[in-house]
């Protein structure tokens, strides 16, 4: 590769990162398994909270 070469696939990717990317496999596996912790800890908490109302009366 000569400079040339170099210097337009750093543009490249200058302009990928600026138009925001692409996702890989590694990032959809992680924002599902986040998305997953605050589904389960949401009907977790909503149980709890039933539970504790229930118990009250």
């Known amino acids: 590769m000569n400079r040339h070469d170099l210097i337009r696939h ?3 990717k200058i302009m990928e990162s600026n138009r925001g990317g692409k996702m890989s496999g590694k990032t959809w596996i992680a924002v599902a398994a986040i998305g997953a ?3 389960v800890g949401f009907i977790a908490y909503r149980l709890i909270l039933i539970e504790l109302i229930t118990r009250i009366h």
Do not use: F, R
């Open 37 to 39: 912790v605050v589904v």
């Open 10 to 12: 750093a543009a490249d």
